[in-house]
């Protein structure tokens, strides 16, 4: 049968399969089409665009340890295509992959022939050798945020639970606050504050979640950067309040800033200071008192500020009795304003080896909500509480590859929207998810999007914009002799457009923003 006998074969089975269904409104037809180039991601293109002209994917491609011998195998493009297109898309399984092997527009643009099968993803994934497969993506987290840390930054750390429910190589007990009891695997993150970029991931075991776990990876970053590329300030929470860790980075001469457990020996101090006088504002109802402390294990004094919040309603209040040991139980008003009943305090130290003032370093300390909500965000949105598999190794590499594909797409995304950061369960929508329709015509090929959401004609104008600062770039790097590339220049633009966000105006820090009724806690 000829090519022009099948097309119309074709077409006619297109007709036959044409049905009509009872809906509210009447009958409507159904018709089933199989051969048209389609996709729910139409507006995905202009990602990719992105991508390439910034040579971010040819350099990740190109730099991949994974070889083929068989002439049938897969190629890279369309290992790592497969692998990408399922990260936007949102995925948290190998098997979500099926969704989106009926894609008939991105992958082309991508350079691949086909999506391939979620096995062959497996597959590929576990012939990439650990040792150079850990380096290959390391080496792209760090240069996927390179350009930027030039301007002054802030290096948040903490560590992330996954719990499973397999035979997953080690899944161990260890601390879970969501599911108590049940095996899991910690995630150690190094994170770019404001801007949220991932510099660094470490999956271990779930019984190694400690700071001290933490701490070689975290050296490792700081050991690699140039002394014009340091963090002005390493943070995390009370989990890195320890003296080996402050003892490394003191040794570094990094500035740091953590959170104290409440000890016995903490609220000691905190007693001591209850009646004394210099209490300062430390922002957002928060009052704090300087001074220095020495704690059993410390080598030597640190400064420690001590913050405190009254309390305001009602404080419940337990006792045992002396007689016969019954437990008493009293609600006590607290009324600031008056100034009777009891005024009780919500307290919280931190630690650190800056001379920052009181009132700028509560506000940085606050400023750290900003990296919780990116960490929730890799876990829940993207794919770190999934793609599992029984051997740490492929754990670690898709840890490693969300982190980056997490990268590019809020660098892209704050190229399209600079004024605020978005998450991506209201970027992808946004700016991704159009039905898509491809067409050719005398040699040219047309992408028809479809609108799926509110602001599409937003996103059109947002997504237009970047490509014609792309194209611009590109065009200006072809008429100089020494060029910077075009990923140079849109890490210069971000830093233009974000580096006059910051918290107190004492400390100018990249993309933190203070907000005038933001009130995190500690």
């Not at 048209?36 to 507006?43: D, I």
């Not at 007689?323 to 304003?337: M, P």
């Not at 660098?411 to 991704?432: G, I, N, Y």
């Not at 490509?467 to 100089?480: I, R, T």
Request: proline letters at 5%; aromatic letters at 8%.
């Amino acid at each position: 049968m000829g090519e022009s006998k099948m097309k119309l074969a074709a077409r006619e089975e297109m007709l036959l399969s044409c049905a009509g269904v009872q809906t509210m409104t009447g009958r409507v037809q159904v018709r089933w089409e199989t051969e048209s180039a389609a996709t729910p991601m139409g507006q995905l293109a202009y990602f990719i665009e992105f991508l390439n002209l910034t040579g971010l994917w040819s350099r990740w491609l190109e730099s991949c340890p994974l070889n083929y011998t068989s002439p049938n195998a897969p190629s890279r493009a369309e290992v790592l295509g497969t692998w990408l297109l399922s990260m936007l898309a949102g995925h948290r399984r190998y098997s979500h992959v099926t969704t989106i092997r009926c894609d008939g527009i991105n992958p082309g643009l991508l350079g691949m022939r086909k999506v391939i099968s979620e096995d062959a993803l497996r597959n590929a994934l576990k012939r990439i050798p650990e040792a150079e497969g850990t380096a290959w993506l390391d080496t792209h987290l760090t240069d996927s945020v390179a350009p930027l840390l030039d301007a002054a930054w802030i290096l948040d750390t903490d560590t992330t639970i996954k719990p499973l429910y397999g035979h997953q190589e080690g899944a161990m007990i260890g601390y879970n606050p969501k599911k108590p009891g049940r095996p899991s695997h910690a995630y150690h993150t190094y994170l770019m504050a404001g801007l949220r970029q991932v510099l660094g991931v470490e999956v271990r075991a779930g019984n190694e979640h400690t700071a001290k776990h933490a701490q070689p990876g975290l050296l490792k970053i700081l050991d690699a950067l140039p002394p014009q590329r340091k963090p002005r300030l390493v943070r995390g929470d009370n989990a890195f309040g320890n003296d080996p860790l402050m003892t490394a980075l003191e040794e570094r001469e990094q500035p740091y800033l953590f959170k104290l457990k409440l000890s016995k020996n903490v609220k000691r101090h905190i007693g001591s200071l209850f009646r004394q006088s210099g209490w300062t504002d430390a922002g957002q109802g928060w009052e704090g008192l300087d001074g220095e402390l020495a704690l059993t294990g410390w080598r030597q004094k640190r400064r420690v500020v001590v913050l405190r919040r009254p309390l305001m309603g009602e404080i419940a209040v337990t006792g045992d009795d002396a007689d016969d040991s019954q437990q008493q139980f009293a609600f006590v008003e607290a009324d600031r304003k008056t100034g009777k009943g009891i005024t009780g305090y919500e307290y919280a130290v931190l630690v650190s080896n800056t001379n920052y003032e009181v009132l700028s370093l509560g506000q940085l300390y606050r400023d750290r909500a900003d990296a919780e909500n990116a960490f929730d965000e890799l876990k829940n949105q993207w794919g770190w509480g999934g793609f599992t598999t029984h051997d740490l190794h492929r754990c670690q590499l898709a840890a490693r590859g969300v982190a980056l594909a997490y990268n590019w797409w809020s660098l892209f995304v704050r190229l399209a929207h600079p004024d605020a950061r978005r998450e991506a369960v209201t970027s992808r929508p946004w700016l991704m998810s159009s039905v898509g329709r491809r067409t050719e015509h005398a040699g040219q090929t047309t992408i028809t999007l479809t609108g799926l959401h509110a602001h599409f004609d937003k996103a059109r104008a947002m997504l237009m914009r970047v490509s014609v600062m792309l194209q611009g770039w590109v065009a200006q790097a072809a008429e100089q002799l020494n060029p910077p590339t075009v990923w140079q220049r849109v890490c210069d633009h971000l830093k233009q457009i974000i580096a006059g966000i910051g918290p107190p105006k004492t400390l100018r820090l990249l993309g933190i923003m203070q907000t005038e009724s933001g009130n995190y806690g500690f």
